[in-house]
């Protein structure tokens, strides 16, 4: 089997969810969750406005856009990760990197500093953004409150659900994202990298991050940096 065989295998297993229509049905709202009309309104136009992304990842041999496909991941993740996800927490993982593309790296300087000020811009996008769709689908605004702290990483060190989403975010970066950044980036700053994630996440995302499906050369990366 061919790497990109494997790697669109690896992500039509998180898609077991979602029924993947064409990009005119990128909107289409299918989840196991039912939280009311309100929440199927919210993630349907939170899917609505990641359709546009220009960027594209291939699913079951279909280019999805990126972020549509990542959001949908990550949501699934906080279903894996803990018993009960709460709304607000499915509601920040569907719209952590909504129109993420309309804010290139690029656009803020170099180094680590402009890094750091481009992410940090991105997190107020995104939970600004979702405040937006969140009213309009006639949310409360305790329940937006709550999902832009979860978005802008604002919540305690002991708080789960915050927990829960860096987790999904690492496993989602670690299924879709870690094998082109090892393509190119040299070996010993991937080793780096790979120890401070390793710091953010709890001990049941490593197992289940070590359990996932990834090529031989990642996974023997990984167990360098853990070594």
């Known amino acids: 089997m ?8 690896m992500a039509s297993r998180w898609f077991m969810w979602v029924i993947v229509g064409s990009m005119c049905d990128a909107g289409l709202v299918v989840t196991n969750y039912s939280f009311g009309p309100r929440f199927q309104d ?11 992304d220009p960027v594209t990842i291939e699913v079951d041999g279909q280019p999805l856009p990126k972020e549509l496909t990542h959001a949908r991941m990550l949501m699934e993740w906080m279903g894996r990760l803990l018993p009960e996800p709460t709304e607000p927490l499915l509601l920040a993982a569907r719209a952590h990197h909504i129109r993420r593309w309309e804010s290139p790296r690029d656009s803020f300087p170099e180094g680590r500093r402009g890094y750091l000020r ?6 107020m996008r995104h939970a600004r953004y979702a405040r937006e ?13 709550r999902v832009e702290q979860i978005i802008r990483k604002e919540t305690s060190k002991n708080d789960p659900e915050g927990q829960a989403f ?3 975010l690492t496993l989602v970066f670690l299924e879709t994202q870690l094998h ?10 991937m080793v780096d990298v790979i ?3 390793w710091q953010k ?12 499906d990834i090529s031989p050369a990642d996974r023997s990366l990984i167990e360098q940096a853990l070594a």
């Open 195 to 197: 120890r401070k994630t």
């Open 118 to 123: 481009w992410r940090r811009d991105l997190q």
């Open 180 to 189: 082109d950044l090892v393509l190119r980036t040299n070996n010993d700053t």
């Open 42 to 52: 919210a993630i349907s136009l939170i899917d609505e406005a990641n359709a546009a």
């Open 166 to 168: 860096e987790d999904g």
């Open 133 to 145: 769709i969140l009213e309009k689908a006639g949310y409360e605004e305790e329940a937006i409150k």
């Open 201 to 212: 996440i709890s001990p049941a995302a490593r197992e289940l991050a070590l359990a996932s």
């Open 2 to 9: 061919s790497t990109n065989d494997s790697r669109n295998l």
